[in-house]
């Protein structure tokens, strides 16, 4: 740990600007406070960009290069090396008094075309090896103190070494001897394994865990492991692999085998538009990821995978697709986001220093408090029925739908029986196609021995009948309907009594047993009848009050959590997702029935 004590001293020069000292501390002087590293990718190209620069030099005491590092960016042809980008990335790192992480001597993703389509005897494999880890880590001895040597061995899903250039043409100990020649080239460089998809307990992180314990056991040098942390909204969920229990739990194993850990590359998107939600939930994340680093005590680096929401690799529709993703901790503009605010607050309440948030602000981050709850918030609003003629009132959008009963519905396609049914149309969702002309209204309603739903959907192009109903339902063209007869609205997870009845559009063609997908639908018993329309198509459905998953006992003002999903497809797969909660941006109702909204029943004698 003498490096990492080097390192400390190191970033304690932080430069002193000549400008007023900002009303809001930076990330960097609550990170040199705390003793920990607060990073960024970087990449050579921005830094034309004055802005950038600024953002980079104030507000981060670490940095690591996005691209410029990496082998077939440095030796593009055989013994020929090009610096020119690095040496001005460890320029600007050394004249900003920054820590310097490098990234990353041996990855698959970007080995030299030369060396990949070659044909090389391990022995030659071994020395190209060599020379390449003793001509990049040797220049930058003494500057460079951490190294991710080796990025991603390990294959996904099942822990086994990945197959690569480098496997196939030395074999499985190619990692082993990248670490001992990034050691010889420079014995007080600290060596990193880096990997994503390994933040929680699962197989690719066992086999890290596995590797890390044996070459310790065996003295391969060997000082830490990246966890990259390119994370998806939702991730760090109770039972989600970078959830503070599970991520936290890897953390410990790997600390325990006297290894630090480093988050690397930290970001996480989400699809459709940042809305204040989203930047929201994405703060919260943001600091559960970074409280889960701090608390285990093994955690040493939090390194998010580039500055600007505008310049991320995710805007890159090669990677992701969504344009609009907005994963880092600063927007298009540069501006600090929730996510910024909410990690320096962490880190100024850790130091001892006065917090940014308030303790209210810090509650609704964690999910303590609900944004909506409290004295000034906007309680549900009292029933109004906007026709005195529904048998309910009307619902509260994307929130609260009010299902009178007793009212008794014949499957038969008709919609005779459905009158002065209140009816909710739906017509946003994180996914919806150019020009989108779906949408559609459901209604529900129950008598005192079934639950019953309608569905009439706008559609002009209706595409079913061409995907596993078992596997991939959600594919076509269906709606979904999901309930949580559990009486735990806040449940985080799928348990008996939620079920999603997702209900496929090809029961159009009459099938002997209903099409039906999704969790627990197969304890539902649900009926149904769908029909084509003018514009489109209509799903009748019911399923019994008692079934040996739930028992529902329509009661006035009595409460189901309920949920109702459209999945469109307009040719071979599903490009249109609407969503009537409003609190699921993310099309997480499957995993997470806390998203859905209420079914509040209403006594239609009252
Ligand atoms: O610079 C060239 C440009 O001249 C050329 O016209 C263009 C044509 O595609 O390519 C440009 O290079 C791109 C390079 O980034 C610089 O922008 C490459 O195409 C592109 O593949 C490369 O993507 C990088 C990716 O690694 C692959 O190396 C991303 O920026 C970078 O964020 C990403 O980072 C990786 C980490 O290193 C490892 N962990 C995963 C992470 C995300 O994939």
Not at 368 to 390: F, L, R, Y
Not at 583 to 600: H, I
Request: aromatic share 10%; charged share 25%.
């Amino acid at each position: 740990m003498l490096c990492l004590a080097l390192l400390l001293a190191f970033t304690s020069l932080a430069p002193t600007t000549a400008q007023s000292t900002p009303a809001t501390p930076t990330l960097r002087e609550m990170a040199d406070k705390n003793k920990f590293y607060v990073g960024a990718a970087v990449y050579t190209y921005h830094l034309s960009d004055p802005l950038h620069v600024e953002t980079v030099k104030t507000q981060f005491n670490m940095m690591t290069p996005e691209n410029e590092a990496k082998a077939c960016e440095l030796q593009k042809a055989r013994g020929v090396f090009n610096f020119t980008k690095m040496d001005q990335l460890m320029d600007f790192a050394e004249q900003n008094n920054m820590v310097f992480r490098g990234h990353t001597l041996v990855w698959h993703s970007c080995t030299p075309n030369w060396f990949s389509n070659g044909k090389f005897s391990r022995d030659e494999a071994i020395q190209i090896l060599r020379d390449h880890i003793m001509t990049v880590v040797g220049r930058y001895k003494g500057r460079i103190p951490i190294w991710d040597v080796v990025n991603e061995g390990i294959a996904d899903g099942n822990g086994k070494m990945r197959v690569t250039p480098w496997q196939q043409m030395i074999g499985d100990d190619y990692i082993e001897l990248a670490f001992r020649f990034a050691h010889e080239a420079d014995p007080e460089a600290l060596l990193f394994y880096n990997d994503y998809g390994a933040e929680g307990m699962n197989a690719k992180s066992d086999a890290i865990y596995n590797m890390v314990k044996d070459f310790k056991a065996r003295g391969v040098p060997i000082d830490g492991v990246g966890l990259q942390a390119h994370l998806t909204l939702g991730d760090t969920r109770n039972g989600r692999g970078a959830s503070p229990r599970i991520m936290g739990e890897n953390i410990k194993r790997l600390g325990e085998l006297g290894v630090q850990v480093q988050l690397t590359e930290v970001d996480i998107k989400h699809k459709g538009e940042p809305t204040e939600d989203i930047l929201r939930q994405e703060a919260a994340e943001y600091r559960s990821v970074l409280q889960t680093c701090l608390d285990s005590g093994y955690c040493t680096a939090f390194i998010v995978w580039g500055v600007t929401d505008k310049y991320s690799w995710l805007r890159d529709s090669r990677f992701y697709d969504n344009p609009k993703v907005a994963p880092l901790l600063f927007d298009d503009h540069y501006q600090p986001k929730p996510a910024f605010t909410a990690i320096l607050d962490l880190l100024a309440r850790r130091a001892g220093e006065p917090p940014i948030l308030s303790d209210d602000e810090v509650a609704i981050l964690t999910g303590e408090k609900k944004p909506d709850s409290g004295a000034g918030a906007a309680a549900v609003p009292a029933p109004t029925k906007s026709d005195p003629a529904q048998l309910a009132p009307d619902s509260v959008a994307g929130a609260v739908y009010y299902a009178p009963f007793p009212v008794t519905i014949t499957l038969d396609g008709e919609t005779d029986d459905w009158t002065n049914v209140p009816r909710v149309t739906v017509d946003k969702g994180p996914t919806l196609p150019a020009g989108n002309d779906t949408s559609y209204q459901f209604a529900v309603t129950a008598d005192d021995k079934k639950l019953y739903f309608l569905a009439e959907v706008k559609d002009s192009k209706l595409a079913y009948g061409t995907h596993n109903p078992a596997s991939e339902w959600y594919l076509e063209d269906s709606v979904e309907f999901y309930l949580n007869t559990t009486g735990d609205l806040k449940l985080g997870e799928y348990k008996p009594g939620v079920v999603q009845i997702g209900i496929l559009a090809a029961n159009i063609t009459k099938p002997d047993a209903p099409l039906i997908g999704g969790g627990n639908s197969d304890t539902s018993q649900v009926s149904v009848v769908a029909v084509k329309t003018e514009d489109g198509y209509r799903i009748e459905a019911s399923v019994p009050l008692v079934t040996d998953a739930w028992k529902i006992v329509p009661a006035h003002m009595g409460v189901l959590g309920f949920q109702s999903h459209l999945n469109g497809s307009s040719a071979d797969t599903r490009d249109t997702k609407l969503i009537w909660s409003a609190a699921d941006t993310q099309d997480e109702s499957w995993s997470n029935p806390s998203v859905f909204g209420q079914l509040v029943f209403w006594d239609k004698t009252k």
